[in-house]
């Protein structure tokens, strides 16, 4: 077991000991805190982090002494800034990993996501998410949990439709043309994303081949407000809260929208893909 994983598990038993000591059942403790049952759950049993909000408002909750919360805070603060192992995180199942993202994004007002390597999780579909997904099982040993995690993947979706958050998006057409499903499926990907575009709340960029590109195209990057970034490497996720490396992928992301078709010109980029894919043969 790895360290960060045991670090994971102290906190959960430490704050299922909270609200034991309170005579609190897990479905107590949700409906007080306005959770799923289920994210009681896998707090405790380490299948999810708690984040500093969790931990105030659980400890709020359980009415716990000021100076224990404090000292958990503290304990949550140091594992969301950790480098997580991407193997470890996806042992502990494809569902679960969707239900941590869910929640930060929960918290979330203002996303800015780039991503060089495949759809964006938010906008796919769910056949194109059981190709991916299956290919994430494949590679990192993950748990047989695909169905589940696609289940949450499209749950998270219901979030694009919420006037009050802003979404910035912005991928290479490449992604639009990398074939990690069946033609029928990545036509019915195009046109999800035709659909997403029209999104008030959304501005959806693609970077066109042949575009001078200002940087690099390497590791996919989300901006969550202007709080937290990660980054995405094939074996960890970086969470970043320094201002300025905050401030460093803000500038990045700028830049790549600088060469992005948006709009009318993101819907041709979009379009030529549908019909370039009308002419392969099927699968």
Not at 137 to 150: L, P
Request: hydrophobic share 40%; aromatic share 8%; with cysteine.
């Amino acid at each position: 077991m790895s360290g960060f994983q045991q670090s994971r598990m102290d906190l959960g038993s430490e704050l299922r000991r909270l609200r034991e000591e309170a005579h609190l059942s897990g479905k107590d403790l949700a409906e007080r805190l306005g959770w799923q049952p289920s994210k009681v759950s896998r707090i405790e049993n380490a299948r999810q982090t708690a984040t500093e909000d969790d931990v105030v408002t659980w400890g709020q909750a359980v009415r716990a002494d000021p100076d224990t919360v404090d000292g958990l805070i503290q304990r949550a603060r140091g594992l969301v800034e950790r480098q997580d192992s991407w193997r470890q995180r996806h042992k502990n199942g494809l569902a679960a990993l969707q239900e941590d993202v869910r929640d930060l994004e929960a918290r979330t007002r203002s996303f800015r996501a780039f991503e060089p390597g495949i759809v964006i999780g938010l906008l796919q579909t769910a056949e194109y998410a059981r190709n991916i997904f299956t290919r994430v099982r494949r590679v990192y040993e993950a748990t047989d949990d695909v169905d589940a995690a696609i289940r949450v993947r499209m749950q998270r979706q219901e979030i694009l439709y919420d006037p009050a958050r802003s979404f910035r998006f912005v991928l290479p057409e490449a992604v639009l043309r990398y074939r990690f499903a069946p033609l029928n499926v990545m036509r019915g990907q195009m046109d999800r994303l035709l659909a997403v575009t029209t999104l008030p709340n959304v501005e959806f960029g693609v970077i066109p081949t042949g575009a001078l590109l200002p940087t690099t195209l390497v590791n996919p990057f989300w901006i969550y407000n202007d709080a937290l970034v990660g980054v995405a490497t094939k074996t960890k996720e970086i969470l970043l809260r320094d201002p300025d490396d905050i401030a460093f992928y803000a500038r990045e992301f700028e830049d790549l929208c600088e060469v992005a078709a948006f709009g009318e010109d993101a819907r041709r980029v979009i379009v030529q893909v549908i019909d370039d894919y009308a002419r392969q043969s099927p699968d």
